[in-house]
Nanobody, 126 residues
């Protein structure tokens, strides 16, 4: 069993930055891939970014590439999402997710993630 708790959301002006954190507890955090997804009102949940078990490989949605950075600290059981150059269209609830099945490579398939956090709201004003 894995528990995930997101934090760091809030209200920011367009062009600003936020850093989201996702703290994990339970099974060996350093062995599995992690992902960030988001869901805006009236829209389906969409992939944002993912990172491999080691942090050596990352994968981003085209819409955030060059603006967002995913990273992890296995010693702290935490994954981060640094968001720069925020736009109003980035407004959403952001969720972290864990894929505990090997080999721990990053991917965008929501159905393959086994555990999800409760989400944190990010609102970008224009």
């Amino acid at each position: 069993q894995v528990q995930l708790v997101e934090s760091g959301g809030g209200l920011v002006q367009a062009g600003g930055s936020l850093r989201l954190s996702c703290a994990a507890s339970g099974r060996a955090f350093s062995s599995y891939a992690m992902g960030w997804f988001r869901q805006a009102p009236g829209k389906e949940r969409e992939f944002v970014a993912a990172i491999s078990w080691s942090g050596g490989s990352t994968y981003y949605a085209d819409s955030v590439k060059g603006r967002f950075t995913i990273s992890r600290d296995n010693a702290k059981n935490t994954v981060y999402l640094q968001m720069n150059g925020l736009k109003p269209e980035d407004t959403a609830v952001y969720y972290c997710a864990a894929d505990v099945a090997p080999p721990g490579t990053p991917h965008a398939f929501a159905a393959w993630y086994d555990y999800w956090g409760q989400g944190t709201q990010v609102t970008v004003s224009s």
